[in-house]
């Protein structure tokens, strides 16, 4: 079946350091990318996505690339902010309907 | 613009009794999703609906029922309400299909008793 695989957390990382968070996914057809972020106490919020594969999103310094040979669409920031600190979700979604989320990862940055 | 709102914030209540939460959007969005977060398992689709007037089943279908009388509002009813269902419940709309990107609510915290 389908599905989303996340590293998982929390990660905890100093502000201006390196984040990446893996993401793997299983699926039997085409499907578009997601990355979520969901900061305290509110809902998800789309950070970015790709559509097909090799296409790169892009938002916020955040980036991710549609990696079809290895099912993969990891996210990465070069410099995290304390303002990063939130839980990020990837997804994905094809065949009319239906959206599988990760289960989610904490990324706590510290001063 | 609102976006999505979702009533209440946070309930309680007691196995077995009723309940329904309201989603409301005013993006004019044709689809909207219930969804349930539980610790470490993500985001589970509950029930969604293409267009005003239909409804389907999500991954977690099972104690719940839904409802879209209006293109704006979506409600999530627990007719018997179970532990089980103690969870964070989340609507979401988006323009077309799921493929676009969905718009959440900020939430509703339910505990079940």
């Known amino acids: 079946g389908d599905s989303v695989t996340q590293m998982e957390g929390p990660v905890t990382l100093s502000e201006e350091a390196f984040l990446t968070i893996n993401c793997t996914y299983t699926?039997?057809?085409?499907?578009?990318l997601f990355w979520y972020v969901q900061y305290p106490g509110e809902g998800l919020q789309l950070l970015l996505k790709?559509?097909?594969?090799?296409d790169k999103g892009s938002n916020k310094g955040f980036e991710a690339t549609y990696r079809k040979e290895t099912t993969s669409f990891h996210l990465e920031k070069g410099s995290v902010q304390v303002s990063d600190s939130a839980v990020y979700f990837c997804?994905?979604?094809?065949?009319?309907?239906?959206?599988?989320f990760g289960s989610g990862t904490k990324l706590n940055v510290k001063p | 613009n609102a976006g999505v709102t979702q009533t209440p914030k946070f309930r309680v209540l007691k196995t077995g009794q009723s309940m329904t939460l309201l989603c409301a959007q005013d993006?004019?969005?044709?689809?909207m999703y219930w969804y349930r977060q539980d610790p470490g398992m993500g985001l589970r689709l509950i029930h969604y609906?293409?267009?005003?007037?239909?409804?389907a089943k999500g991954e977690v279908p099972d104690g719940y029922n839904v409802s879209r009388l209006k293109k704006q509002n979506f409600l999530l009813g627990l007719e018997s309400a179970a532990p089980s269902q103690t969870s964070v419940y989340f609507c979401?709309?988006?323009?077309?299909?799921?493929?676009?990107?969905?718009?959440f609510g900020p939430g509703t915290r339910l505990l079940v008793l």
């Open positions: 997804a994905l979604s094809y065949n009319f309907n239906k959206f599988y």
């Open positions: 979401a709309s988006s323009y077309s299909t799921s493929q676009e990107t969905q718009y």
């Open positions: 790709a559509t097909k594969a090799d």
């Open positions: 609906s293409v267009g005003e007037g239909t409804t």
């Open positions: 699926a039997t057809g085409y499907p578009s």
């Open positions: 993006m004019n969005h044709e689809y």
